[in-house]
């Protein structure tokens, strides 16, 4: 066993380098090439280390740099849960307190994960925009309160910060590094829930490959929580009334207006797609019994277009290698040319997951 980093090895970067597979059996199955990139082996379990880890240490140096190290840093989270567990683990690494809001969506297992790691952590409102707002609002000290005291207070939003972008834009140069020689990602595949991930791809992708390279980014979300597509589909900005999937990791009623400007700036490089519920269940299944991994429905988005037939009015339908996976980014190519198309699905992880859980979706939704 190594020694534990250091302040300073924390600051520099505050997720780990995740493995990208080559999986020959997922391959087999879809017919092109197939990589994971494991972003279930982050500290807090999930993609969020890279985004919001990247803004607190930031924040952390910021404001140190700022008092002559005097000043000590207080952390606030809004969060369906992930972006939460990921504020509290590099809050712990940083030696600062935090206090983290949940919505009333929040499951009881993943509002134990987050009291495991954080001594104040709160329940407030039906969504996640809800829970923001009493943070900013009622939660965290208004401004000129600070004045007389040597603490900071961080706003740490789950998703819409550049930062955040930032340290999701690492996992492309880890893949482009970490892909066998003369191996170019053709797509990310991706879950959406506020955009967070899909925006640091994109970023990612324009500064390792340059803007004249066009992989494409599948964006996944779930129905009752297609914030996104609904966005695209209306040719603007769309909220939500309200979230009515059980991926509530997903459950942004409006996604980051960057994320929608990537579609407006790109829009044959961003593919959304939503599936049902039980399709995201449906995948984390078959993913389990394919890789021995367990992930959270938001993740099974992701994965869902790899494991659901082509939809009806795909001209593949019905064909057996015919998948949502290669509707959404095949179509129309031959089976030599797809089975040279290189795609990278993220593993984004999550920890609102069990075998119990896992049980009672499974029932609920017949997989």
Request: charged letters at 15%; glycine letters at 10%; aromatic letters at 6%.
């Amino acid at each position: 066993m190594g020694s534990a980093p250091t302040l300073n090895q924390q600051l520099a970067k505050p997720w780990v380098e995740t493995p990208c597979l080559y999986s020959a059996a997922l391959s087999k199955q879809a017919g092109c090439n197939i990589y994971l990139k494991l972003e279930n082996h982050q500290p807090s379990g999930s993609f969020k280390s890279r985004g919001i880890g990247n803004l607190m240490v930031r924040a952390a140096a910021k404001a140190r740099d700022e008092s002559g190290g005097q000043a000590d840093v207080h952390f606030y989270c809004s969060s369906g849960g992930n972006a939460g567990l990921a504020c509290a683990t590099a809050a712990r690494d940083l030696g600062s307190p935090a206090t983290i809001v949940v919505p009333t969506s929040t499951s009881p297992y993943m509002i134990a994960k987050l009291q495991a790691l954080c001594d104040d952590v709160r329940v407030h409102g039906a969504n996640w925009a809800a829970a923001d707002q009493h943070l900013r609002e009622a939660v965290m000290p208004q401004k000129g309160t600070e004045i007389q005291t040597q603490i900071k207070s961080v706003y740490v939003p789950p998703f819409d910060h550049p930062d955040i972008w930032e340290g999701a834009a690492s996992l492309v140069e880890e893949v482009a590094t970490q892909l066998p020689a003369g191996v170019h990602p053709d797509a990310f595949v991706c879950s959406v829930g506020g955009g967070g991930l899909l925006c640091g791809l994109m970023q990612g992708m324009e500064r390792v490959y340059g803007p004249d390279v066009h992989s494409k980014v599948l964006a996944v979300e779930t129905a009752g929580a297609e914030s996104y597509m609904a966005s695209v589909v209306a040719g603007q900005l769309v909220t939500l009334p309200g979230i009515l999937s059980i991926a509530t990791s997903l459950g942004c009623i409006r996604v980051a207006e960057e994320a929608y400007r990537w579609y407006r700036q790109r829009p044959k490089d961003v593919v959304p797609v939503v599936v049902s519920d039980a399709e995201a269940v449906d995948a984390i299944v078959h993913f389990l019994d394919d890789t021995r991994m367990l992930v959270e429905p938001a993740c099974g988005a992701a994965l869902a277009p790899l494991y659901t037939p082509a939809r009806a009015s795909s001209p593949e339908a019905g064909k057996p290698s015919a998948s949502l996976l290669r509707q959404s980014l095949g179509e129309g190519m031959s089976d030599v040319a797809w089975a040279e198309h290189n795609v990278v699905m993220v593993v984004c992880g999550g920890s609102n997951i069990n075998l119990d859980i896992l049980a009672g979706f499974r029932e609920r939704f017949g997989v």
